[in-house]
């Protein structure tokens, strides 16, 4: 067993534990350990842990993890968390750093005090207004992949009763985003490597997101690359244009803004809080 120096950080609601190796050169993490110290109640809970190391062509190298120990897609939230980290503790020496992430260069920015700002590289596979079958009716949805693949759909699209065809959902507050989430997480047309599902409601200047995270499943308060993949399907679906500002199921605000150039969206990027909730050490 060995002691490890950990920082705990929430952006915008989505929290992850965060290792710096230059504090923790031994940290081996595996599947075991990540759902360990994950877990709500008997760990440190988070929805998934960051690792920070040095890297000798960029400010840092950044690995993510889902909380049950899978990896491998872009955590945006994850990303401002360390960029935030990187900052505070003096590793990145400007407020604009760059990173590697599975393999991409991607850059970001301390904005002011804990509000930051991540750029994307531009999305894979889009697919707009296809219908998925899933409570017991065909419900319409978009699919982008912002690094992470993503399932978008709007409340009022979905009926609370699929024998009355005037139940319509309304209120975010009260969609069962658990229970639609994880059946289309796990739907057959998105197999094997599963998807997030995003529910949203325009409302006047606003969206409202709550998200199913694949690997946590289960909603988290905020999800990124979600968030952004929400804005291009509003964008694509309801002509409406960028700054596009949404809250999160936490209460954060986060704001995505883009070009669009012919029917291509680039310079994309997340801003929104990101922030330390504490700092402690671990034993495993
Ligand atoms: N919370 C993240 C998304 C993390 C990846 C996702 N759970 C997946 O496995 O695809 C974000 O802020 O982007």
């Not at 400007?94 to 991409?104: A, G, H, Q, R, T």
């Not at 929400?230 to 960028?242: G, L, M, Y």
């Amino acid at each position: 067993m060995k002691k490890y120096f950990f920082t705990k950080l929430s952006g915008a609601g989505n929290d992850f534990i965060l290792f710096d190796k230059k504090y923790n050169p031994d940290l081996e993490l595996n599947k075991d350990i990540i759902q360990k110290i994950c877990k709500r109640n008997t760990g440190i809970g988070a929805d998934g842990v960051l690792v920070i190391n040095e890297n000798s062509n960029e400010d840092f190298a950044l690995n993510y993890f889902n909380a049950d120990g899978s990896s491998g897609t872009l955590c945006a939230n994850g990303s401002r968390c360390a960029i935030f980290y990187t900052f505070d503790s003096g590793l990145a020496k400007s407020k604009i750093v760059k990173f590697i992430f599975n393999d991409d260069v991607y850059s970001g920015e301390v904005i002011e005090d804990e509000i930051v700002k991540f750029n994307f590289n531009s999305p894979g596979k889009m697919k707009f207004n296809f219908k998925i079958k899933a409570s017991n009716q065909l419900i319409n949805a978009s699919f982008v992949d912002t690094g992470s693949p993503h399932v978008v759909i709007e409340i009022q699209e979905v009926l609370k009763d699929y024998k009355d065809l005037s139940s319509f959902y309304n209120d975010i507050n009260n969609f069962p985003v658990v229970e639609l989430g994880k059946e289309i997480r796990f739907h057959k047309d998105f197999m094997p490597n599963g998807v997030n599902v995003n529910f949203i409601k325009v409302e006047n200047d606003v969206i409202k997101i709550r998200t199913y995270e694949r690997g946590v499943e289960n909603e988290t308060l905020s999800c990124g690359t979600g968030t952004v993949a929400s804005a291009i399907v509003i964008n694509k679906i309801k002509n409406i244009n960028p700054p596009l500002k949404f809250i999160a199921k936490s209460g954060d605000t986060l704001i995505v803004d883009f070009a669009v150039d012919n029917g291509e969206y680039k310079n994309v990027s997340l801003t929104g809080p990101a922030k330390i909730i504490f700092k402690g050490e671990i034993t495993f």
